[in-house]
């Protein structure tokens, strides 16, 4: 039965309430009154249930279509103002045991070169990101136990925050690693993790047991009630995801929306992000031979509703996407993208020869993370590179009472516009820099409380004319 408050993934992520939900979104995506009112609703900005966002994602109407592009990028505005917050993933191992079939690492791929990085390889790919510019990593890992242990990833977590490059230093080290115990999650969040992201890659029970036949994965309700764990384990900061293309979309949406309302509904607290992926064509994988594969638009509609059906959560979206799907996106919700990404292992301080690439998928926008930070800039966007809520303390609901409480354009604002400027002088080019000062000195005018504003002027000139970094609020 399904029950939003159940610690069993069967229950708050139930099947038959699955069901009648696209049911009732069917039999409601033409009523007009009904898409109204739950318009309406989103507009107060508490966010939808899942029925309800439901039948907006099912709407064909292209009137109400088009108002629900204007509300979730007018949200998106409200909520994230024009700040983009910019990371990297760092791959560090590829060996895995298990048998997904839509991603190259699994266990019968005989033919990718396996590679764990030692922590001389980490120093050497930290350095290599520092230097770009990057603050925030997330790491990613296949599920090997005997390999890929907590003992090497607590390591490597101590080598990543302890190396000081320069003037580079990573601040904020997210984690996507396979399902494990509330005492493996503890010890993440002890090591100093922001947040533990976990992809559900499907929702859809028996589905998920066929695209993973085998290995520890396999085990559906093991891995749906991850989250659980973790934040039994301290982590507050849980980022979810699905992988579209596997199952049907609007199954998978209903899915996620209804694992956020668990997580708020057992722990006070919703996801922090939700990422977006798309399957991709990898080594071994051909995305076609999937049946479930979305068009450009289908996928923007998704972003759309998840943004009005969860204001508060950050989104997601990866080099999967090339630069004019991820501009679309920028618009309509996303409020995290990465940047000059490699998906190999060890690709950061040596491109690998083509025919040796331990890849996990082909990237789609292949720019240097100093062309994103122009082209987001040339959109009157800000890159953020800002990590204090989490170093703050400000992580899970903490974090949302800050959202809530409309500080935002006081608190994170300022330290976009910092972590911006040690950005331009630290790694941009001169064309970047020329665009990133103009924009600042426009978009400081923009905090609204002038002590504040004030200090932020300030710190601007010591990052400029004393070499000091690392300021926020
Ligand atoms: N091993 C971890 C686990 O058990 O979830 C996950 C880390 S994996 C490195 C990160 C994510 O990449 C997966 O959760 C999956 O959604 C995604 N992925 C795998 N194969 C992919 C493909 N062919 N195209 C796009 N994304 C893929």
Known sequence: MYDVNSKCADDFINHEEILETLAYADENKENVELIDTIIEKAKKRKGLTHREASVLLACPIEEKNQEIYKLAEQIKKDFYGNRIVMFAPLYLSNYCINGCTYCPYHAKNKHIPRKQLSQDEIRREVIALQDMGHKRLALEAGEDPVRNTMDYYLESIKTIYSIKHKNGAIRRVNINIAATTVDNYRLL?????????????????????????????????????????????????????????????????AGLLMHAEHLEAAFGVGPHTISVPRLKHADDINPEEFDNGIDDETFLKI??????????TGMIISTRENKSCRERALHLGISQISGGSRTSVGGYYEPEPEDESSEQFDVSDNRTL???????????????????????????????????????????????????KEYLMDYASPETKAIGDKLIDKEVLNVPNEKVRNVVLENLRLIEQDNRRDFRF
């Open 370 to 420: 100093d062309e994103v930070v122009r082209w987001l800039m040339e959109m009157d966007y800000i890159p953020s590179f800002c990590t204090a809520c989490y170093r703050e303390g400000r992580t899970g609901d903490r974090f949302m009472s800050l959202c809530k409480s409309g500080q935002i354009q006081n608190c994170c604002h300022p330290n976009a516009l910092m972590t911006l």
């Open 303 to 312: 972003i759309a509703c998840i943004r009005i059906a969860v204001p508060y």
């Open 189 to 253: 969040k002890e090591a100093g993790i922001g947040t533990y992201i976990l992809f559900q890659e499907t929702y859809h029970k028996e589905s998920y047991l066929e695209l993973h036949p085998t290995g520890p994965k396999h085990d559906y309700n093991y891995h749906t009630e991850a989250m659980d764990r973790a934040m039994e384990g301290g982590i507050d900061d849980v980022g979810l995801g699905v992988l579209f293309g596997l199952d049907k979309y609007r199954y998978e949406f």
